[in-house]
């Protein structure tokens, strides 16, 4: 019956008319899409009344190309793993010479020179004594390792009891089980699933000095309990982009210290120039007990995340005694042809003024999204690095909201109560305004229905 449901809908004048097309001409919508489609349950999508998704055949420096021809600019850098934009040479050229060689091999007692490599090369980008690297294939999982790497430093060192942690409200680390009890309780996407995973303790981000005191007790009061404190640093993301200052990140490291207590930072959406610096940390001058990265780190090409603990954490699961050891071990972890990607990425922020790049972007998007300061239901205009936001009071008309996008040669997908912008690092000048232009345009007219 669903399948029959989602059928309907993929030939519905709502589709058709986001793709430009009537219902009598969709024959040029390739077969796969018509016929397929019906079979693929899509993520985070009420399957039942949704409409197809657009269907993307080739992608192209910062466009995404549809079936028809038109060419979108990716607004969103796919979840933000496109830093570098789409089908770079030099990172295809890696990903190609080692397809030849060695497409895969397993992890476990054997290794080879592009996991070596990269995690020495990782080890010193990273601050302080960030230093020992564990591979994964996504970035959920990435958190998943850092929690047991907590629980288990603390379980080697006698105190089993230290196994719950603590997140900060509007949090968002990942989809899987582990990570999901980290989100926001009451408003995270998981929220429904109260009951059901671990429970830890989520704390408003202390700003001022009273919130700080209240942080500081109440990390003394369950000090005992706790494992680490895991937060995004300067920006959450999917739990409503939201930004707070280098001077609260600090501050949360130093109460952190201070309680004894381990600190986990999730850069897996802010790593790798997004927010202005390399990596998120380094604009509050902290060093993270465990640090974990993703998305940018392949350039978007292939899946792949890291957990990066430093040499005091590492030290506590090395000993005579097995059990001591870290029991963990995707199957496709340290993929050498995702390890050759992640070299090729790093390549270019090593060549290319990246960073610079993304100043330039941040500053275009302060200046050429402020004009939705003034529309009907915004609430707010905000950038940080390659970052912009516009928050609204409520989001509606989701599926008109995409058809504007699209036929103004854009894409983005709007969520909770926002618009947001991640374009690739390496967009530029004339293709961010056009970006930026057909935002505030389609959001213009987006608010004359509020």
Known sequence: MLASATR??????????????????SSSVPAWQRDQAEHLWMPYTQMRNA????????????????ADGRRLIDGLASWWTACHGYNHPQIARRVRQQLEVMPHVMLGGIHHEGAVTLAARLASLLPGD????????????????AMKMAAQMWRNRGQAERNRFVTFRHAYHGDTTGAMSLCDPER??????KGFLLEQFSQPIPETESEQAAFTEFLATRRNELAAVVIEPLVQGAGGMRFHSPQALAAVARMTRQAGLLLIADEIATGFGRTGSMFACEQAD????????GKALTGGTLGMAATVATGEVFEAFCGEDDALALMHGPTYMANPLACAAAHGSLDLFAEQPRLDQVAAIESSLAEQLEPCRNLSGVVDVRTLGAIGVVQVERLHSREKLTELFVEAGIWLRPFHDMFYLTPPLSITPVQLRRLTAATVDSIAQW???S
């Open 286 to 293: 902290i060093v993270p007990d465990i640090l974990c990265l």
């Open 8 to 25: 309907k809908l993929g030939e519905g004048a709502v589709f058709w008319k986001a793709m430009g097309l009537t219902c009598a001409e």
């Open 447 to 449: 608010s004359r229905w």
């Open 130 to 145: 960030l230093s020992q690297v564990f591979f994964s294939d996504s970035g959920s999982v990435a958190i998943e390792v």
């Open 51 to 66: 409409p197809l998704p657009l269907p993307v055949v080739a992608t192209e420096d910062v466009y995404l190309v549809l």
């Open 188 to 193: 995270s996407m998981h929220a429904h699933f």
